[in-house]
């Protein structure tokens, strides 16, 4: 039984940081693609970036270089976002997703993804 979940989220100053932690259970980052998309109030689902262990990160916006980047902890079976620079509109609610198997790379969006956790909310106040 594949599960993630998301914590971490929580009231951040504007141009403050945050870091947002994903586990997983019933699977191990062995052939893995873990991905990072968030839901604005009023907005649809956008990607943020995604890491695999065959092609490495892959950012779904050039708008979120420089401010978000992932990292893993293989062992822990773990990933994290770190978030930069916070704005007033990057509060949303923020979702890891995963693809776990042979051959997972992060997909061309969230469609792509295989696994969802329940979100966890991030609220930047100006």
């Known amino acids: 039984d594949v599960q993630l979940q998301a914590s971490g989220g929580g009231l951040v100053q504007a141009g403050g940081s945050l870091r947002l932690s994903c586990a997983a259970s019933?699977?191990?980052?062995?052939?893995?693609?873990i991905g990072w998309f968030r839901q604005a109030p009023g907005k649809e689902r956008e990607g943020i970036l995604c890491?695999?262990?065959?092609?490495?990160?892959?950012y779904y916006s050039d708008s979120m270089k420089g401010r978000f980047t992932i990292s893993t902890d293989n062992a822990k079976n773990t990933a994290y976002l770190q978030m930069n620079s916070q704005r007033p509109e990057d509060t949303a609610v923020y979702y890891c997703?995963?693809?776990?198997?042979?051959?997972?790379?992060?997909?061309?969006?969230?469609?792509?993804?295989?696994?969802w956790g329940k979100g966890t909310l991030v609220t930047v106040s100006s």
């Open positions: 997703a995963a693809q776990a198997g042979y051959g997972s790379v992060c997909p061309r969006d969230a469609n792509g993804m295989d696994y």
């Open positions: 019933g699977f191990t980052f062995d052939d893995y693609a």
């Open positions: 890491i695999d262990n065959l092609v490495g990160i892959k």
